[in-house]
């Protein structure tokens, strides 16, 4: 498990959706209790928020998920400056 700073994570991001591979990837907070699980299957992504809220998202374009993950980082990851990415 590694850990990133909170404004690393556009960049992690965009790295990992670069590769056009089938992914998991998991975002938790520092005490490990709110995540946000973004999956790729070579169709569309799909992103899971566990924490605050609770639902699921489905995206075509890696845009529009890249938009979305930061948009809930800002809500479910308020206050954190480390994030676990599994």
């Not at 404004?7 to 907070?29: M, V």
């Amino acid at each position: 498990m590694n850990m990133i700073c909170k404004k690393q994570l556009k960049q992690f991001l965009k790295r990992k959706f670069k590769s056009k591979d089938c992914f998991k990837l998991k975002i938790l907070t520092f005490k490990k209790d709110r995540y946000l699980l973004i999956s790729y299957d070579q169709e569309r992504y799909t992103i899971v928020e566990d924490g605050f809220e609770k639902s699921k998202y489905e995206f075509d374009s890696s845009d529009e998920a890249i938009k979305a993950v930061m948009k809930m980082a800002n809500i479910e990851f308020k206050r954190s400056y480390r994030l676990h990415v599994q």
